[in-house]
C-alpha cells in the first residue's frame, strides 16, 4: 500500500506565490507518475500538473506558464510552485501517485486547501 501526504497549501494573496509537497511511501517498486489535481466546490476534480519518470511534464491549459511542477525521484517527492496565483486557483489540491502505466487511478493523498484571496 501506498501513503501519499500533500503539505504546503495556505492563504496567499492574488499574485502571490505558494510551493506545494508531496511524498509517498510505503509499498514503493517504482514509480510511473506523479501529478496534482485540484477540486473547486461545486466543480470537477481537474488535472493541474502531471509528471513521468522520464520527467515529461503536462499541465492544465489554465495553469500553463504560471506553475511548474518538479520530482525528486530519491525523495519520491512531487513539487508544485504556484506563482502569479488567482482567486480561481482557489481548490483542494490532491496529489496523485501511480505506480506504473497499468496502475489506476493510483493512490491519492488527502488533499491540500490553497486560498487566494486578498
Known amino acids: 500500500q501506498v501513503q501519499v501526504v500533500e503539505s504546503g497549501g495556505g492563504l496567499v494573496q492574488p499574485g502571490g506565490s505558494l510551493r506545494l509537497s508531496c511524498v509517498a511511501s510505503g509499498s514503493i517498486v517504482s514509480i510511473y507518475a506523479m501529478g496534482w489535481y485540484r477540486q473547486a466546490p461545486g466543480k470537477q476534480r481537474e488535472l493541474v500538473a502531471r509528471i513521468t519518470s522520464d520527467t515529461t511534464p503536462n499541465y492544465g491549459d489554465s495553469v500553463k506558464g504560471r506553475f511548474t511542477i518538479s520530482r525528486d525521484n530519491a525523495k519520491n517527492t512531487v513539487y508544485l510552485q504556484m506563482n502569479s496565483l488567482k482567486p480561481e486557483d482557489t481548490a483542494v489540491y490532491y496529489c496523485?501517485?501511480?505506480?506504473?502505466?497499468?496502475?489506476?487511478?493510483?493512490?491519492w493523498g488527502q488533499g491540500t486547501q490553497v486560498t487566494v484571496s486578498s
Open positions: 496523485n501517485v501511480r505506480g506504473s502505466v497499468f496502475d489506476f487511478p493510483g493512490s
